[in-house]
C-alpha cells in the first residue's frame, strides 16, 4: 500500500523576494485515488505550489518505473510509509520480505479476487472495512476512515508481475541516480517503522525521515506535519536542479 511524491522545481515569479515554488506529483497507494492526497495538496497549494495528484493503476510501481524512464525530470522521490524498491533488485523483493513477516491472518478482510477472463487472468486486491480501520487508519480521523470505506476500489495485485520480478528493471544509472527520501511512519499498524528502516538501507545513500504519530495514511492522520516535512526535503534536493518544463 505505498504512496509517494516526486518534486520537481519550478521559480515563481511573483512578489519580492523570489522564492523556490515546487511542483509536487502526488502518487497514492493500492486500491486507493488521488482523493487520499487532499489535505496535503490543498495545504500544499495553498503555500503557493503546484500540485498534480494522480489517479494510477499502478502505484508504487508506476513511480519507480516512472523514475526509471524519467530520472533527469525528478529532483527528489519521497516514499511516505511506502514500498522502496532498490536499483539492480526485483521490485517484488519488498513484498516477498514483507510477507516472511506477517502472519496468514494479517490481512483480515481484505478480498482477493481473479478476473473472469480466462486468457488474460488479472488478480485484484480489495482492502476490507476491518483492514482499513485497524492497520491503515487507526490513528486517522474517522471522517477519513470513512472516506476510504467508500472510496477504495480493486487494485491489480503486482506481486507476480513478470516486470516486478527483473533484476534489470531499475538501474543504477537511471532509477537509482534520483535522490530518495523514506518517510518512515512511525505508528503504522501495517509495516513497522523497523520494517520501513531496513528496506531503505537496501537503497545506499536514500535519507530516512521519522514521522511520529502518524500511521499508515500520513498524509490523513499527519497533513500538516507531512506537508511541512515535503516542502523541507523539495528546499533540501532542488536547489541544484534547473526547471525542467
Known amino acids: 500500500m505505498s504512496s509517494g511524491t516526486t518534486t520537481t ?56 518505473l516512472a523514475m526509471e524512464r524519467y530520472p533527469e525530470r525528478v529532483a527528489v522521490a519521497v516514499f511516505v510509509s511506502a514500498a522502496m524498491p532498490a536499483a539492480g533488485k526485483p521490485m517484488a523483493l519488498v513484498l516477498q520480505e514483507f510477507s ?8 483480515m478482510d481484505c478480498i482477493y479476487s481473479t478476473g473472469s477472463e480466462p486468457e488474460h487472468p488479472v488478480e485484484t486486491l480489495l482492502l476490507g472495512p476491518e483492514y482499513l480501520a485497524k492497520r491503515l487508519y487507526q490513528l486517522s480521523p474517522p471522517e477519513d476512515l470513512t472516506l476510504a470505506m467508500a472510496m477504495v476500489r480493486p487494485s491489480r495485485w503486482f506481486e507476480d508481475d513478470a516486470t516486478l520480478r527483473r533484476d534489470d528493471g531499475l538501474t543504477a544509472g537511471r532509477y537509482g541516480a ?6 518512515v511512519a512511525e505508528d503504522d499498524a501495517s509495516w513497522s517503522a523497523e520494517f520501513q528502516r531496513r528496506m531503505a538501507s537496501w537503497s545506499p545513500g536514500a535519507e530516512v525521515r521519522g514521522l511520529r504519530g502518524a500511521d499508515h495514511m500520513p498524509m490523513l492522520s499527519k497533513p500538516a506535519d507531512l506537508s511541512d516535512m515535503l516542502v523541507e526535503v523539495a528546499n533540501k534536493y532542488s536547489s541544484d536542479l534547473e526547471d525542467p518544463a
Open 9 to 64: 522545481e519550478e521559480e515563481s515569479g511573483k512578489g519580492p523576494p523570489p522564492q523556490h515554488q515546487h511542483h509536487f506529483v502526488l502518487v497514492h497507494g493500492a486500491c486507493h485515488g488521488a482523493w487520499c492526497w487532499y489535505k496535503v495538496a490543498t495545504l500544499l497549494a495553498s503555500a503557493g505550489h503546484r500540485v498534480t495528484a494522480l489517479d494510477m493503476a499502478g502505484c508504487g510501481a508506476s513511480l519507480a
Open 100 to 107: 516472511r513477516e506477517i502472519g496468514p491472518d494479517f490481512y
Open 178 to 183: 534520483v535522490r530518495r527520501v523514506c518517510v
